[in-house]
Structure formats: structure tokens, C-alpha cells
């Protein structure tokens, strides 16, 4: 069993920077792949990047390239979502997920097994 906690989430003011974490405990004997997801009200969730096990590649949903990075700590089983440039429409519950499967659509919610609890992130125009 694999457990996400995700932190990091709050108020900020668009335009202004905020970074996410999402650290993994429990049976992560094997490489995993890792997530941000994020739901805004009356919407569904959607991907908002990823990251292989050994972090040399990266994916992101054109929303926010050139916007957000997407990182990890393999020491400490962390990923880090640094978020920049904020937008009044990045507002959501932003979400941590885990799978040990390789990306066949690293976009699906099909594709991972394990989520976080959420962090919620609210920018203001």
C-alpha cells in the first residue's frame, strides 16, 4: 500500500508563486511514476503533470507549460510542484497520485492507483 500527503496549498494572489509537495510512504519497493492532478469547482479533474521514477522525464498539460515545474526527491520519495506565474483559473483542489505502471495515458485518472487527500489552492485576480 502506498500513501500520498499532499502540502503546501493556500491563498495567494495571481501572479504570485506557490509550491506543492507530495511526499509517498508505505511499499515503494519499485520505480514510481507520480502526478498532480487538480479539480476546480463544477469541473473535472484534470492532469496537470507528471514525472518518471528517476525524474529525467517530465510531462505537462499545455494549461500550464512555462508555468509550473514538476519535480522529485527520490531520497525522499517527494515530488514538488512549483507553481509560478498564478492564474485565477489555476483555483482548484490540486491532487497527488502514484502508480507503479508506465504511462499509457498519463493524463487518465485510469492510470493511477494511489491518490493524496488533495491541497487546496485558491488565487485571487
Known amino acids: 500500500q502506498v500513501r500520498l500527503t499532499e502540502s503546501g496549498g493556500g491563498s495567494r494572489q495571481a501572479g504570485g508563486s506557490l509550491r506543492l509537495s507530495c511526499q509517498s510512504s508505505?511499499?515503494?519497493?519499485?520505480?514510481?511514476?507520480m502526478a498532480w492532478f487538480r479539480q476546480a469547482p463544477g469541473k473535472e479533474r484534470e492532469a496537470v503533470a507528471t514525472i518518471s521514477p528517476g525524474g529525467t522525464i517530465t510531462y505537462y498539460a499545455d494549461s500550464v507549460k512555462g508555468r509550473f515545474t514538476i519535480s522529485r526527491d527520490k531520497t525522499e520519495n517527494t515530488i514538488f510542484l512549483q507553481m509560478n506565474s498564478l492564474k485565477p483559473e489555476d483555483t482548484a483542489m490540486y491532487y497527488c497520485a502514484a502508480d507503479f505502471r508506465c504511462w499509457q495515458n498519463w493524463q487518465s485518472n485510469n492510470g493511477y492507483k494511489y491518490w493524496g487527500q488533495g491541497t487546496q489552492v485558491t488565487f485571487s485576480s
Open positions: 508505505g511499499d515503494i519497493g519499485g520505480s514510481i511514476y
